[in-house]
């Protein structure tokens, strides 16, 4: 995709050419290095623009496995490297990279001159009037800030200095969200969500090409793109940082919503994910901020709440919709803040509803088409992204995922229910935390350490930069337990120096996570408040998210033993147009099936023909579903072993996963009815794996 030009674009070069010429002069005055350090060596570039910021790195970066095999580093798995190319282009302000040098990659949008008096969004997220002192280079007087959600913190020499301290996989999504671009005041392209996207992804390659080229040419550098898994290990293992894409879009494949109407189909989902797949994309969010016609959304709280409530209604033609949830898990408490300059954007006697305290759930879920996609990721192989799905839709994905024993599940930066992270983990899934200080971040990393440790899997975290979240402030030049520069890398190899760009030098203790830079001295902040066993945990992520890629690259679907087996029941539900036998929850037809009287205590019963090994057990309940139930085994029809049960049921698609054990006939023993008819099952599914 090339962007569009603009008319004046040819007579603003040579200026440029000429202040890059100065710039360069003066470093070299002045005598700053742009190198790293004073040692060189494979990591060191031949030719690294000048002048460029400082890596203020030490060391030769890490390569190969520890003694078991495993590679070793931090995994990023929330970032938006390109999202300066997102929202019309001129919400995030600045460029991860530039063949014009620094300069030009990091300076503001154009309408934030002279005094920021028009950077709106700034204004909109930050408070106060907006103005800030818009020079970049070589300055920074006001901006990268850890509360500036506007300007760019994921410049690559910035990028490089996190690789060099030991991170060594990046999730970059690539984002963009239509509504917000329509709103907007200032923008130079498309909305469309999809033109963006591919937009993004080229300038990720762009951005490969550029580093390689200081480096010596293609797949030279250090910023490796990977679409799979043993790809990823090979890049990590030649000590360098293995990129994947993914893809966080409210309306991907087009497929929004308009009262209550899809505005695309299976074959534009089809389309969509075979495209996405192919610019190299593994993983992605089928729902973001918006309802769509995919799935319902997590809300958003506050004043954000209410301003993402109006995007909502812009964008589908009703406000978000909430009921009583079914369970322990629940949404985000909507936002009913004031947000003045979002509801002017309402037509005239359009208002934001109120909403009961005691419905914190979405009632939109997974809607047909939404299932559809994630079968079609799983058919491809990508990993489900389930941050951000409401609780209703992200239950029913998981109930998907499980029914398949599908592993490729991500909450990659907080934003699932938290109740459920055993549920990701139990399929083999990966979770990361959102970039919280380090206090926050630490107690979180700590309420789930038995989880990591019974799963035996590391961790992660989402800095989301340049993802419009705001990120940790700084703990004060005063606090009693302060990082202290230089310090060492998790591992050792490094030795890490305060961040220099131009005449600004960053430090975590008075600056926060200002940009991408400093989450090295971020991760030594949790290394002090935290204690060394959550930096552990956090240099095991890169292995574990690989664990999660590899298992889903491998996955086969099971095979069906009850397909077309023999069934009996305790009752069959009379109809003069309709059979309800037994065998039609094992017919392989998602369109029949069996029903009981209307009384409890019911079963069906399935004869596989011979003993197998049977590990888990799949129900597709019709509307008259089991509350209590149990899973039976028996190998000899008489004697029954209960090897699963609950009573819990929610009805929709069940999974019972227990100990694997040889039976011949398998017993679905129905206790309580979830409603005043009998127990009716579509297809029942027993599997060995």
Same mark, same amino acid.
């Given at each position: 995709m090339t962007l569009t030009r603009h008319p004046h674009r040819r007579r603003r070069q040579r200026p440029i050419a000429v202040l890059s010429l100065l710039l360069t002069v003066v470093a070299m005055v002045l005598g700053t290095a742009p190198s790293s350090s004073a040692d060189s060596g494979w990591w060191t570039p031949a030719a690294r623009p000048a002048p460029d910021s400082q890596i203020n790195v030490t060391g030769e970066p890490f390569k190969g496995?520890?003694?078991?095999?495993?590679?070793?580093?931090?995994?990023?798995?929330?970032?938006?490297?390109?999202?300066?190319?997102?929202?019309?282009?001129?919400?995030?302000?600045?460029?991860?990279?530039?063949?014009?040098?620094?300069?030009?990659?990091?300076?503001?949008?154009?309408?934030?001159? =002279?005094?920021?008096?028009?950077?709106?969004?700034?204004?909109?997220?930050?408070?106060?009037?907006?103005?800030?002192? =818009?020079?970049?280079? =070589?300055?920074?007087?006001?901006?990268? $800030?850890?509360?500036?959600?506007?300007?760019?913190?994921?410049?690559? $020499?910035?990028? !490089?200095?996190?690789?060099?301290?030991?991170?060594?996989?990046?999730?970059?999504?690539?984002?963009?969200?239509?509504?917000?671009?329509?709103?907007?005041?200032?923008?130079?392209?498309?909305?469309?969500?999809?033109?963006?996207i591919r937009l993004q992804a080229q300038k990720?390659?762009?951005?490969?090409?550029?580093?390689? #080229?200081?480096?010596?040419?293609?797949?030279?550098?250090?910023?490796?793109?990977?679409?799979?898994?043993?790809?990823?290990? !090979?890049?990590?293992?030649?000590?360098?940082?293995?990129?994947?894409?993914?893809?966080?879009?409210?309306?991907?494949?087009?497929?929004?919503?308009?009262?209550?109407?899809?505005?695309?189909?299976?074959?534009?989902? @089809?389309?969509? &994910?075979?495209?996405?797949? #192919?610019?190299?994309?593994?993983?992605?969010?089928?729902?973001?901020?918006?309802?769509? $016609?995919?799935?319902?959304?997590?809300?958003?709280?506050?004043?954000?709440?209410?301003?993402?409530?109006?995007?909502?209604?812009?964008?589908?033609?009703?406000?978000? #919709?909430?009921?009583?949830?079914?369970?322990?898990?629940?949404?985000? =408490?909507?936002g009913i803040a004031p947000a003045p300059e979002a509801e002017k954007k309402l037509p005239q006697g359009v208002q934001v509803p109120s909403y009961a305290a005691d419905a914190q759930c979405n009632t939109r879920g997974l809607t047909e088409l939404g299932e559809y996609a994630v079968r079609g990721m799983m058919k491809r192989k990508m990993m489900l992204e389930i941050d951000h799905m409401g609780v209703k839709a992200a239950g029913q994905a998981f109930d998907i995922l499980e029914s398949e024993s599908y592993p490729g599940v991500i909450s990659s930066h907080s934003w699932m229910d938290l109740n459920w992270t055993e549920r990701v983990y139990r399929l083999g899934g990966f979770v990361a935390q959102y970039m919280h200080g380090a206090e926050g971040f630490s107690a979180e990393a700590n309420r789930t350490k038995a989880l990591r440790d019974k799963y035996n899997v590391g961790y992660g975290y989402g800095t989301d930069m340049n993802g419009v979240g705001g990120w940790p402030g700084p703990r004060g030049a005063n606090t009693p337990n302060p990082v202290r520069y230089p310090f060492r890398s998790a591992d050792g190899s490094a030795v890490i120096d305060r961040q220099t760009t131009g005449q600004r030098t960053w430090d975590i203790n008075t600056d926060g996570a200002a940009h991408y830079g400093l989450v090295p001295d971020?991760?030594?902040?949790?290394?002090?408040?935290?204690? #060394?066993?959550?930096?552990?945990?956090?240099?095991? %992520?890169?292995?574990?998210?690989?664990?999660?890629?590899?298992?889903?690259? *491998?996955?086969?679907?099971?095979?069906? &033993?009850?397909? %077309? *087996?023999?069934?009996?029941?305790?009752?069959?539900?009379?109809?003069?147009?309709?059979?309800?036998?037994?065998?039609?929850?094992?017919?392989?037809?998602a369109g029949t099936r069996w029903a009981s009287d209307w009384s409890d205590d019911q079963w069906l019963r399935i004869d596989l023909g011979a003993p197998n090994l049977i590990k888990r057990v799949t129900l @597709?309940?019709?509307? $008259?579903?089991?509350?209590?139930?149990?899973?039976?085994?028996?190998?000899?029809?008489?004697?029954?072993?209960?090897?699963?049960?609950?009573?819990?049921?929610?009805?929709?698609?069940?999974?019972?996963?227990?100990?694997?054990?040889?039976?011949?006939?398998?017993?679905?023993?129905?206790?309580?009815?979830g409603t005043k008819w009998g127990y009716s099952l579509h297809e029942v599914g027993v599997y060995s794996s």
């Open positions: 496995t520890d003694s078991q095999g495993q590679v070793r580093g931090f995994v990023d798995a929330h970032n938006h490297l390109m999202s300066n190319e997102a929202f019309g282009g001129r919400l995030i302000c600045g460029k991860p990279f530039s063949e014009l040098g620094v300069a030009d990659a990091l300076k503001d949008c154009p309408e934030h001159y =002279p005094d920021g008096s028009l950077a709106i969004f700034d204004f909109i997220t930050k408070g106060g009037d907006g103005k800030h002192d =818009p020079n970049g280079w =070589p300055t920074f007087k006001d901006w990268p $800030a850890h509360d500036s959600l506007t300007h760019q913190q994921n410049y690559y $020499a910035w990028v !490089e200095r996190t690789w060099r301290s030991g991170q060594r996989v990046l999730v970059n999504d690539l984002v963009t969200n239509g509504v917000i671009c329509s709103v907007y005041f200032f923008k130079d392209r498309s909305c469309d969500e999809m033109t963006s990720t390659y762009d951005m490969q090409a550029f580093i390689d #080229k200081m480096y010596g040419g293609p797949g030279k550098g250090w910023f490796r793109i990977v679409t799979d898994s043993a790809q990823a290990r !090979e890049v990590i293992q030649q000590g360098k940082l293995a990129v994947v894409l993914g893809v966080e879009t409210s309306e991907p494949f087009g497929c929004k919503q308009i009262l209550d109407i899809a505005q695309c189909g299976k074959d534009d989902i @089809d389309r969509g &994910l075979d495209e996405l797949h #192919k610019l190299g994309v593994r993983s992605m969010f089928l729902c973001h901020k918006f309802d769509n $016609a995919l799935c319902g959304v997590r809300f958003d709280g506050g004043t954000l709440g209410t301003a993402i409530n109006v995007g909502q209604f812009l964008s589908t033609g009703t406000f978000w #919709k909430t009921e009583k949830c079914a369970g322990p898990q629940h949404d985000n =408490p909507i971020w991760l030594e902040d949790i290394r002090i408040v935290g204690g #060394k066993g959550v930096v552990d945990d956090l240099f095991r %992520g890169a292995e574990s998210y690989l664990d999660t890629w590899k298992a889903s690259e *491998s996955h086969k679907a099971g095979v069906n &033993l009850a397909a %077309g *087996s023999s069934a009996s029941a305790s009752s069959s539900e009379w109809s003069l147009f309709t059979s309800y036998a037994p065998d039609r929850a094992v017919d392989g037809n @597709d309940w019709e509307r $008259a579903y089991g509350k209590a139930y149990r899973i039976e085994v028996s190998t000899d029809g008489t004697n029954w072993q209960s090897v699963w049960s609950t009573t819990a049921g929610d009805g929709g698609l069940d999974t019972a996963q227990f100990d694997g054990t040889s039976a011949r006939y398998v017993r679905v023993h129905g206790l309580e009815r």
